[in-house]
């Protein structure tokens, strides 16, 4: 019994023993070649990261451009047209640009993907239309004609209506900050024509941030009137950097 399955090891190591002695002597032979090629391919690899540096340099400039005309929004859609070159080259150059400044992307309705740069000017903006107004008082505008005006537009909107019981003055009464607070706001700034960013921020119930990010969009019209609780459209101006109503027409 002894023998018989000494025999069988035997034959079992003889026959893992054969693909090993080939193994060495193939190696033993083309060490050389197998040598030359693993030097060849990490040469390879390192030519290829150097070209891609040597083209993200001539990209840079055409990328910092881009930045400071769209105010920090880049898709690589628009730096593939600017720059004509393929679109997955673009993507790539992206994709390193957000890793290394720590931007942002989100995916857009229309599939694609839009990058977030915040510059040092762009945040400056972004502070300075988020501090309240603080020269109102110093406008051409006098206390009287102020309250005169306040007290007029909502007589032309529409008459008053009768005064309400005490229980269904209570009912009808709005949840407190929503709506009481935006509309006395709304009739003191509108004197001047326009809203700032963290004022239409705080009116249409949304961060400053989301009204910044949206503000160039399209559909920012109807995506303010959709959240406004008069349903008022607004406006972007890049001119003056501020929201006006707009009109129906």
């Known amino acids: 019994m002894s023998e018989k399955l000494l025999e069988g090891n035997g034959k079992a190591f003889l026959v893992l023993l054969l693909p090993i002695s080939f193994l060495i002597i193939f190696l033993v032979t083309t060490w050389k070649f197998l040598l ?14 150097y070209q891609w540096q040597q083209w993200c340099q001539k990209v840079n400039p055409i990328f910092h451009q881009l930045i400071r005309e769209n105010q920090g929004k880049i898709t690589p859609v628009d730096l593939a047209l600017r720059g004509n070159f393929p679109g997955p080259a673009a993507k790539r150059y992206l994709d390193g640009k957000a890793s290394e400044f720590g ?8 599939g694609g993907e ?20 603080k020269q109102l008082p110093a406008q051409a505008v006098s206390t009287n004609a102020r309250s005169s005006q306040t ?50 921020a705080k009116r249409l119930n949304v961060y400053s941030s989301t009204v910044y990010k949206r503000r160039n969009d399209p559909e920012f019209p109807e995506w303010s009137r959709s959240r406004d609780p008069d349903g008022i459209a607004w406006t ?14």
């Open 151 to 200: 007290l007029v537009q909502p007589s032309l909107l529409a008459p008053p209506p009768p005064p309400p019981l005490e229980e269904e003055a209570e009912a009808e009464l709005p949840p407190p900050g929503v709506h009481t607070e935006a509309q006395p706001n709304l009739a003191k700034q509108l004197v001047f024509g326009s809203l700032i960013q963290s004022e239409l």
């Open 36 to 49: 030359a090629l693993i030097v060849l391919a990490i040469a390879f690899n390192i030519w290829q990261q």
């Open 103 to 110: 931007a942002s992307f989100i995916n857009s309705e229309e």
């Open 236 to 249: 972007f101006s890049e001119k003056t950097k501020e929201f006006f109503p707009l009109e129906e027409g």
């Open 114 to 133: 839009v990058y977030y740069f915040i510059t040092a000017s762009i945040l400056g903006n972004i502070l300075d239309s988020s501090e309240p107004v």
